[in-house]
């Protein structure tokens, strides 16, 4: 079983940053691959950006390339998503995930294990 927490959400203005960090209970987190997604309201929940299980590989959004950065440090069993040049579109409840799997998902399906969100608001 593996529980994840989320935190580093908040309130911030467009053209600011924000990193988000995502805490796992599990002692096979490095084993896990991770991704992050969100959820605006009245929206369904998508991809945001995802890495594998040593860090090498990445996948993003179209909508945040460029801009996040996904990041995980295995020994503090946590990952990273930094935010930079916020914009009000990207206001969503924030999810991380982990996926029992070396191959990269965009899927929520996908996804093994989920925690409970941090909000991100931008305002314009």
């Known amino acids: 079983q593996v529980q994840l927490v989320e935190s580093g959400g908040g309130l911030v203005q467009a053209g600011d940053s924000l990193r988000l960090s995502c805490a796992s209970s599990?002692?096979?987190?490095?084993?896990?691959?991770m991704g992050w997604f969100r959820q605006a309201p009245g929206k369904e929940r998508e991809f945001v950006a995802a890495?594998?299980?040593?860090?090498?590989?990445?996948s993003y959004a179209d909508s945040v390339k460029g801009r996040f950065t996904i990041s995980r440090d295995n020994a503090k069993n946590t990952v990273y998503l930094q935010m930079n040049s916020l914009t009000p579109e990207d206001t969503a409840v924030y999810y991380c995930?982990?996926?029992?799997?070396?191959?990269?998902?965009?899927?929520?399906?996908?996804?093994?294990?989920w925690g409970q969100g941090t909000q991100v608001t931008v305002s314009s």
């Open positions: 995930a982990a996926d029992w799997t070396p191959i990269i998902a965009t899927i929520p399906s996908q996804y093994d294990y």
């Open positions: 599990g002692r096979t987190f490095s084993y896990y691959t």
């Open positions: 890495i594998g299980w040593r860090g090498g590989s990445t």
